[in-house]
């Protein structure tokens, strides 16, 4: 049978090093530095309003983009900086002094590079860049703690060949929820850098405490990232969140090894396809950008399926501590963008979630077809297959200030069941949205609903469920489940947001995994009923690069008819207030 497993770790080192060198042979030779900007940061939510208001054409299926794309995306900006307001030319210059060292370094190869049309002179970008240019121009070497030129940093040092940059991670936030104080503290370091005119990497690492008889210990409900406790006493507990990568990038093709959190699709509250919902996994990543009307992303993650070995327990030096291994779990995503007209994003592609049997060549491949190379494996048994999903995403910015987006993913889906009008066995998600933004000033207004069908994400085969670590890759609110989405925003000066925002979530029942594969199957919404109302208001200030504080008021309501599922002192009505301060991200 033409198909092999690596199981052994040194087979996998193997594997790994031929894989990476076999691109960077490949690679062309031109400008990139590569080093992932973490997707919770600003810059992304700036280019999307900007590019609702068609003064650039920013792609974002799939985050986090490196720091040279973005800086790529900023000298674009600069031949429509004229039509932004007061504030968005502000936040402008503000990420001209965040990407600074990615722009005057790759100044002279991309005037030389793009002679396509994108960037319409030398001076042109030679007038975006001259405030930095006698901070990095000429440089045989430079060694500063706590530079402020041309943004804030603890520490840098920057040569011909060399640049790194490390700042601490500081935070502290307090929240009044329940009916009691609850404390939050985290600290870290975030370091990130580059070598030559290809390679990068980052790292950073958060250690965190939080304190509460009622803190949020499983994060089941909200779209804050799962975590993994390591330690801890009845009314406090720890975690920790490591993530790197180091990254060879070209102007066509860009190859990651890394764990980190990875976003693809479109949706502002939740993601469908892929989230930061489960704690960051381990990944190998390409990125290839032939044309400018095409990109291809492939990833293959490493996640964690939380599920015992048995055949590997066995007993150690100490009594009734036994040695245990998970079940191994993996996810291999592949999709292509395609921009027929400017402001027109479709993307499609598909995923697998497989194990139990070690690496396999087949989905290790980024061009392979998934679901027929799972065909080819499980011989058309379904106890020896995989878990494979379809989907499909449309963001469109055709008009000025207002975009549309769309994502559909679909886990199962019979297309002749469905023209007959049998449509229980159907398991697919949706989600709609629109934003406007630019109309009124700097206000921005957004409408978004998501509809998960029963038993999309969930699989009879416990290591084959679309999920890391226990925790959903997909969208927060789960399957069977809807919820519709408000929220307006607005900017009062440079660094200064204040959102409004309201939801409904309806969430069902989960009942006998069996039924997934029997019909009629489920109707939407079956079982006992969890009803979730937030309103809420935010508001976020970022005095120097990010230094931060935020704050929040939450009004919510929760009824539940499965008395299980929600603790007590969480039904009914419920305020909340929260403020943190905090350093880096």
């Not at 400008?31 to 810059?43: D, H, L």
């Not at 968005?88 to 990420?95: A, G, L, V």
Request: glycine letters at 8%.
């Amino acid at each position: 049978m033409f198909s092999f497993f690596l199981n052994s770790k040194k087979a996998l080192r193997k594997f790994l090093i031929f894989y990476f060198s076999l691109f960077v042979l490949f690679l062309s030779v031109s400008f990139a530095q590569g080093n992932y900007t973490s997707v919770n940061k600003n810059i992304y939510s700036f280019f999307n309003r900007i590019a609702v208001k068609r003064l650039v054409d920013f792609q974002e299926f799939v985050k986090p983009l490196t720091r040279s794309q973005i800086s790529f995306f900023l000298e674009k900006l600069k031949t429509n900086s004229q039509s932004l307001t007061k504030i968005e030319r502000q936040e402008f210059d503000w990420y001209l002094q965040e990407y600074g060292y990615e722009l005057e370094k790759s100044k002279d190869e991309m005037i030389e590079t793009f002679k396509d049309g994108r960037i319409q002179s030398s001076e042109d970008f030679a007038d975006s860049t001259s405030n930095l240019s006698t901070h990095y121009s000429g440089l045989t070497s430079k060694f500063t703690l706590l530079s402020a030129i041309p943004r804030f940093h603890f520490f840098t040092y920057t040569d011909n060949d060399f640049h790194i940059v490390a700042d601490p991670i500081l935070g502290f936030g307090i929240v009044n929820n329940f009916k009691e104080m609850q404390y939050h503290r985290w600290n870290g370091i975030n370091i990130y850098g580059s070598y030559g005119k290809h390679f990068g990497f980052n790292f950073s690492f958060r250690d965190n405490w939080e304190k509460g008889d009622k803190a949020d210990k499983i994060k089941q409900f909200s779209n804050v990232p799962g975590i993994n406790i390591v330690g801890g006493k009845d009314n406090d507990f720890e975690y920790s969140e490591v993530n790197a990568n180091i990254t060879y990038e070209t102007k066509n093709f860009i190859l990651s090894v890394g764990k980190d959190f990875l976003e693809v699709g479109s949706g502002y509250r939740g993601k469908l396809i892929q989230s930061t919902k489960a704690p960051s996994f381990p990944f190998i990543r390409c990125d290839f950008y032939p044309v400018e009307w095409l990109s291809f992303n492939y990833f293959h993650g490493w996640l964690n399926s939380k599920i015992i070995d048995s055949s590997k327990i066995y007993s150690t030096s100490i009594k009734d501590q036994n040695r245990i291994k998970y079940r191994d779990k993996f996810i291999a995503n592949h999709s292509i963008s395609i921009r027929p007209l400017i402001g027109l994003d479709i993307s499609f592609g598909e995923s697998i979630i497989y194990g139990d049997g070690g690496l396999n060549i087949l989905y290790l491949i980024p061009v392979s077809f998934f679901r027929l190379a799972d065909h080819y494996e499980s011989q058309g048994s379904n106890n020896a297959g995989s878990n494979s999903q379809f989907f499909l995403d449309i963001n469109a910015r055709l008009f000025r200030g207002l975009q549309f987006y769309s994502t559909l993913f679909i886990d199962e889906l019979s297309i002749s069941k469905l023209l007959k009008g049998e449509t229980d066995r159907n398991q697919f998600g949706f989600t709609v949205g629109l934003y406007n933004y630019g109309t009124i000033g700097n206000l921005g207004l957004r409408l978004e609903y998501t509809r998960i069908l029963p038993w999309v994400y969930s699989n009879y085969i416990p290591s084959q469920t679309y999920s890391s670590s226990g925790y959903s890759l997909g969208h927060y609110i789960g399957q069977n489940a809807d919820q519709i989405f408000i929220q307006i925003d607005y900017k009062f000066i440079r660094g200064l947001e204040f959102k409004f925002l309201g939801e409904h979530i309806r969430r069902g029942g989960i009942s006998d995994i069996k039924n997934q594969y029997e019909l009629p199957g489920e109707e939407f919404l079956y079982g006992l009923r969890r009803n979730e109302t937030n309103i809420g208001l935010e508001f976020s200030y970022e005095f120097i690069h990010d230094l931060f504080v935020k704050g929040f008021y939450q009004y919510s309501y929760i009824t539940d008819e499965d008395k299980s599922r929600t603790p007590d002192w969480q039904l009914g009505k419920n305020q909340s207030f929260a403020l943190s301060l905090y350093y880096g991200l």
